[in-house]
């Protein structure tokens, strides 16, 4: 009891911190996280910022390759763009190759209704504008309940879970963080299907620095630099 009463207390201060979600980011440039395999650096995960008064845009590239034995048997390549208008998104477009196969994610807000309309590879449809898109750059990630996939635009409902206080060191550096587990809120979905994340959040810039999971072998997305 007693530990779950100290995980609410760290998740509300993170919250009541964190609440400014995009203006927080309103000094950032680019965010560049490298991604690795069993320990061996295999792409890379880019976002860029750019702003037009109250419009802030970023964009994503993402692009990574497994090899065996020389013979390529993973590839993904992808680009996403989100908008905002101050603190509310209003649209969100990608296309990835995945293996050679298309997929895709077209969002728009419908300012009428306050509704996401979405039309994606694996959904089409509604959405509540509580969702966020699943992207590694956006600490809010870390409060919703769940997240639309940045690949598909299917919808996933997820529960956050404060694990510790952990010191973490990324190419040299040393951070205090704070250290989450994200999972699927449905258990009985297959395990392809699941969401089962460890992330690692930068007190101080409100950055995500690392993220883990194992799915045919032990994957890392690690922060390496901001501007």
Not at 51 to 58: F, N, Q, S, Y
Not at 66 to 80: A, H, N, Q, R
Not at 156 to 184: C, P, R, W
Request: proline content about 1%.
């Amino acid at each position: 009891m007693k530990k779950i009463f100290f995980n609410i207390i760290i998740l509300f201060f993170i919250t009541s911190n964190l609440n400014a979600h995009i203006l927080h980011y309103k000094n950032f440039k680019k965010i560049e996280m490298e991604i690795f395999r069993n320990n061996e650096l295999i792409g890379y995960n880019y976002y860029f910022f750019t702003r037009d008064k109250d419009i802030t845009k970023i964009t994503n590239q993402i692009k990574f390759t497994i090899k065996l034995l020389g013979t390529t048997i993973f590839d993904i390549e992808g680009y996403g763009e989100e908008k905002y208008d101050k603190e509310k998104l209003i649209s969100f477009n990608s296309k990835t190759k995945q293996n050679k196969k298309e997929k895709f994610v077209n969002l728009k807000l419908d300012k009428k209704n306050n509704k996401f309309i979405i039309k994606g590879s694996s959904y089409t449809g509604k959405a509540e504008t509580s969702n966020v898109v699943g992207n590694w750059w956006y600490h809010k990630l870390l409060q919703a309940k769940s997240q639309i996939s940045p690949v598909s635009g299917s919808i996933k409902e997820q529960v956050i879970t404060f694990i510790a206080k952990e010191q973490i060191e990324l190419y040299g550096k040393n951070f205090e963080t704070e250290h989450f587990k994200l999972t699927s809120k449905n258990m009985d979905l297959p395990d392809n299907k699941k969401l089962n994340f460890d992330i690692w959040l930068d007190k101080k810039t409100g950055l995500i620095l690392k993220v883990k999971y194992s799915s045919m072998g032990d994957w890392e997305y690690r922060l390496k630099k901001y501007e």
